[in-house]
């Protein structure tokens, strides 16, 4: 349990740690600055699985398939610009996948974290209500705004927050790291209140900043309308958006201690009040599952969203309104463990090719992958993953790192298996008009 100096001991009871993986191929920004010269692309290519890759017509880059700019699914966006992850990946799921389980969820998905990649669905675009499912936003609003250090006063809007809580009293001043546990391992309501509060200053404007990094993260269909998920007119989301709610979450590391957290206590800042709490998740410890979030209201169900980590694969589960939601999620997990396989194909930040950059400095620019590329594989699939290459050339200078210029993909026959953005390695200049003339002058 954790003392009064906020030091976490070793009776808390928590989930092994995992390992750095990245889920958003859609995530902007490249390690390395300016400048950095690209890895060597006949290298880098030919260390691919050649035995699952089967060279297409091309550029001459090995087993790439290179497409003109109109093979494009949408339109690259303007750098800065947020690139949401839901238009990268397949939003069916996978073909060649032997029966899924039968579940008793009204709605349903099972996703493999690192790709996005969907390996089951059932209903899983149908907007329903999420109880305290909704809290997954709530603790990434408090970890991503919030310092954990901060100290909250709680008000009576807080304290008198209906069913589930922390046990929350009108004026006591609590860590704002003890509030983030009591949302998510006891699923406190009164806790969600006072975040929002200490976050945006009222639960409306707390629930606008909500709606808004939803959107921000591809949490398309949902509407939130309170911190803490009891029913509310118009308080609805869906199980893929769930799905990515809780992808992102789990990339942040104090979210990956907190919901995966058995037990462990709180206290009041002035260390006159402590309580000990429990998480409501029933499964944590059970099949490799490592938290996320439970709910339960009379308009919502059941619900739960889980993860399970195994052999380096982790995969998130969502199952809305269940009969059994503990079986149920059990089940997928299980299932989606048989059912795939995952073969990595590029790293993030492996050269995959150039485009001509017209007007620059410079006359082409290196692309890299944003992100790893990760096909995951059916194990009763015999069609060979190939790797697809659709960039945007030429482009026009000024280019700047991290601007995206096409996408890459692993495909198996005509399915779409995995994708990532390709992007420019470095900054282009545009050059000057006067250099052009200097230019032109001297070679006559």
Same mark, same amino acid.
Request: hydrophobic share 45%; with cysteine.
């Given at each position: ?19 750095? %993986?990245?889920?958003? #191929?859609?995530?902007?920004? $490249?390690?390395?600055? #300016? ?23 091309? *550029? ?5 398939? +290179?497409?003109?700019?109109?093979? $494009? ?27 899924? /389980? ?67 009293? &009108?004026?006591?001043?609590? /860590? ?12 406190? @309501?009164?806790?969600? &209140?006072?975040?929002?509060?200490? $976050? ?10 909500? @709606? ?6 591809? #949490? ?5 309308? @309170? ?18 709610? %809780? ?22 800042? *002035?260390?006159?009040?402590?309580? +000990?709490?429990? @998480? ?24 739960? &969203?889980?993860? #399970? ?43 995959? !090719? ?12 290196? !692309? ?18 190939? +790797? ?9 200078? /000024? ?11 692993? +495909? ?26 200097? !230019? ?5």
């Amino acid at each position: 349990m954790r003392g009064r100096t906020g030091e976490r001991a070793g009776r808390a009871v928590t989930a092994r740690a995992l390992g750095v %993986a990245v889920l958003l #191929a859609a995530a902007a920004g $490249l390690a390395g600055g #300016a400048g950095a010269a690209p890895a060597a692309a006949p290298a880098s290519l030919a260390d691919l699985p050649v035995a699952l890759l089967q060279a297409g017509p091309g *550029d001459g880059a090995g087993p790439f398939r +290179v497409e003109g700019p109109g093979a $494009l699914p949408h339109h690259l966006v303007p750098p800065g610009v947020l690139r949401p992850t839901p238009l990268l990946f397949p939003s069916s799921p996978l073909p060649g996948l032997p029966d899924p /389980p039968a579940i008793r969820a009204r709605a349903a998905i099972l996703v493999e974290w690192r790709t996005g990649t969907v390996l089951y669905a059932r209903r899983a675009d149908v907007r329903v209500h999420p109880a305290s499912t909704t809290k997954i936003l709530t603790a990434i609003l408090a970890l991503e705004r919030g310092s954990l250090d901060d100290v909250v006063t709680v008000s009576a809007r807080s304290a008198r927050t209906p069913g589930s809580s922390m046990g929350l009293t &009108v004026g006591m001043r609590v /860590p704002l790291e003890d509030l983030v546990y009591g949302l998510l391992v006891t699923s406190g @309501n009164d806790a969600a &209140v006072a975040i929002a509060e200490h $976050l945006a200053g009222s639960v409306e404007e707390f629930s606008r900043l909500m @709606n808004r990094r939803a959107w921000e993260l591809g #949490a398309l269909a949902s509407t939130f309308r @309170n911190p803490h998920g009891l029913t509310a007119r118009g308080h609805k989301t869906t199980a893929r958006d769930l799905a990515t709610l %809780a992808g992102h979450a789990l990339e942040l590391p104090r979210f990956r201690e907190m919901a995966c957290t058995g037990a462990t206590d709180v206290c009041s800042a *002035d260390g006159t009040w402590e309580r +000990v709490l429990f @998480n409501t998740n029933r499964l944590l410890g059970t099949g490799q599952v490592e938290g996320i979030k439970t709910g339960t209201t009379g308009a919502a169900g059941d619900c739960l &969203v889980a993860s #399970a980590m195994r052999d380096g694969l982790r995969l998130v589960s969502v199952v809305l309104d269940a009969g059994d939601r503990w079986a149920d999620t059990l089940a997928l997990l299980e299932w989606g463990y048989r059912a795939v396989s995952f073969v990595p194909l590029l790293q993030a930040g492996e050269y995959v !090719g150039s485009v001509a950059a017209v007007g620059g400095v410079t006359p082409r620019v290196a !692309g890299l992958a944003d992100g790893p590329l990760v096909a995951p594989v059916p194990w009763a699939q015999d069609a060979p993953v190939r +790797v697809e290459l659709s960039l945007e050339d030429p482009v026009r200078a /000024p280019v700047r790192q991290g601007q995206p210029l096409g996408l890459v993909r692993a +495909v198996a026959g005509d399915t779409v298996l995995a994708t990532a953005w390709v992007v420019a390695a470095t900054d282009v200049d545009r050059e000057r008009w006067w250099r052009r003339i200097l !230019g032109r002058a001297a070679i006559r």
